[in-house]
């Protein structure tokens, strides 16, 4: 054994610290380098444990490859524009909200206003109190996640039958993907208001809005979605908070075939979505979404395919662990907050929109989009630091989406939750803040992070599968 070592070709396996492989690397011997580093600092033996022991699993290196090329590989396209009980077979009484399941006793301020509005959209009401009576005694009512039917939707997310919906397909994995329409600021149902010009509003995006864009898309085909917000990063977009760049390339798209399906409407369609510099957002989390449905479904993969709130709890999914929820309890974003409100005026996290972080936009995007900290509190340097901490967690770095300021590096993509374990490094999210009073709207933005115990659920169910 002596004389092999001695006289044989030595066979060097590399662990942790990379200087040794770079000095291998230097001089052409053949080596195995092992991914591995301590704990970190804190962790407990129960979770060291679980994590030795999903990193140890053989299928875990070749089912993440596998996870998060689908997800990067997606091409999602804007294809068409419908209403929800034709693209999602909602039927009356039935509504879909952002995140996790939840009961109607558990919700949250924005969550149960934006119901009483749709309930009053559908005429299933002629008052708010009797719409909350029948969604308290939940006689005819079906509530249930917009991610169990391929849905997302921003802040309470909620979709009813009659709201028309913006549908994406994948033309590289065959998914398709939904989201409502962006309604713009101010009062508006997302943040749980739902008064007369809410209900107003609603009634001429279904009427106007909806059609007048089904028929401009069948006009001007498809729009390659994963190309617009390719632009719209080198433009100073996140593709979350910030999506100017991104609705004025979708208006310069779209506007031709706007006006020639609906000349007598083309200025007020137009008028309404540059006037709303948010109008890509739901477009952006249904392109989102659509990537990392292509993901699902991967066994013995950690990556994260969902992260999601319904104002009360925030939720995970992992491609390896099918439709499973990991939920945790919301938290309070820190930022900025509008006129005289503050932190005890806001609501905890609430929306789908994360999909985008989940992706490699947002958050993990910041470095691309340095006004963004105008918006959500902080400094340039804080927004590449934000980009540049996200490297840690995550499986790849995304061949289209490149950040102009990092050396058009991809943006981090693909969370995974054994390395969030290993770290402590918990994914940065930015957003906006609802009033915790129905009806309030926006009362600031910020930033905010998961409750780590979701990621140390779902590492102890990896560990046990």
């Known amino acids: 054994m002596t004389l092999s070592m001695l006289y044989g070709e030595p066979r060097v396996i590399t662990v942790g610290a990379e200087v040794l492989a770079e000095a291998l690397d230097r001089q052409a011997v053949p080596q ?53 009980r034709e693209a999602l077979g909602l039927e009356a009484g039935s509504f879909f909200h952002a995140g996790p399941p939840i009961t109607w006793e558990r919700a ?34 079906t509530l249930d996640s917009c991610h169990h039917h391929r849905t997302v939707g921003p802040m309470a997310g909620v979709v009813s039958p009659s709201m028309w919906m913006l549908e994406v397909t994948d033309a590289e994995h065959g998914g398709t993907a939904y989201c409502s329409l962006n309604e713009g600021l101010g009062k508006v149902l997302r943040y749980g208001a739902y008064g007369p010009e809410v209900i107003e509003r609603l009634r001429w995006m279904g009427e106007v809005l909806g059609p007048v864009l089904a028929a401009a898309l069948e006009r001007c085909g498809p729009l390659d979605l994963r190309t617009l917000i390719a632009q719209a990063l080198q433009m100073g977009d996140e593709l979350h908070n910030r999506n100017r760049a991104a609705t004025s390339l979708l208006v310069r798209e779209i506007a031709p075939a706007v006006v020639e399906a609906a000349p007598g409407r083309a200025a007020e369609v137009l008028r309404f979505i540059n006037g709303n510099d948010h109008f890509f957002l739901n477009a952006g989390m249904a392109a989102a979404k659509a990537a990392a449905d292509a993901a699902r479904g991967v066994p013995g993969s950690s990556l994260v395919v969902a992260m999601a709130r319904n104002g009360t709890d925030f939720g995970i999914q992992v491609s390896g662990l099918g439709d499973r929820w990991f939920t945790g309890p919301a938290g309070v974003p820190d930022g900025l907050y509008l006129g005289g409100y503050g932190p005890d005026d806001a609501n905890p996290d609430i929306g789908d929109s994360t999909i985008t972080e989940t992706t490699g936009l947002g958050g993990f995007a910041m470095a691309a989009a340095p006004a963004i900290v105008r918006f959500v509190g902080g400094e340039v340097a804080d927004a590449v630091a934000a980009t540049t901490s996200m490297y840690e967690i995550t499986l790849a770095e995304h061949p289209a989406f490149q950040i102009p300021g990092l050396g058009f590096r991809g943006t981090p993509a693909g969370i995974d939750v054994a390395l969030v374990a290993r770290t402590g490094v918990l994914p940065v999210v930015n957003t906006g803040i609802a009033g915790r009073v129905a009806g309030t709207g926006q009362v600031g933005a910020g930033l905010v992070s998961p409750p780590a115990g979701v990621f140390t659920a779902a590492l102890d169910a990896l560990a046990a599968a």
Request: net charge positive.
């Open 108 to 141: 949250s301020g924005p969550m149960r206003g934006a119901l009483v509005g749709a309930m009053l959209f559908e005429g299933l009401a002629a008052t708010p109190e009797e719409a909350a009576e029948r969604l308290a005694s939940g006689a005819g009512i």
């Open 32 to 84: 195995r380098r092992v991914d591995w580093r301590p704990p970190a600092p804190g962790v407990s033996a129960a979770l060291a444990g679980m994590l030795a022991k999903v990193l140890a699993d053989p299928r875990r290196e070749r089912a993440n490859a596998t996870a998060v090329g689908r997800m990067l590989s997606a091409r999602p396209m804007l294809s068409g524009v419908r209403p929800a």
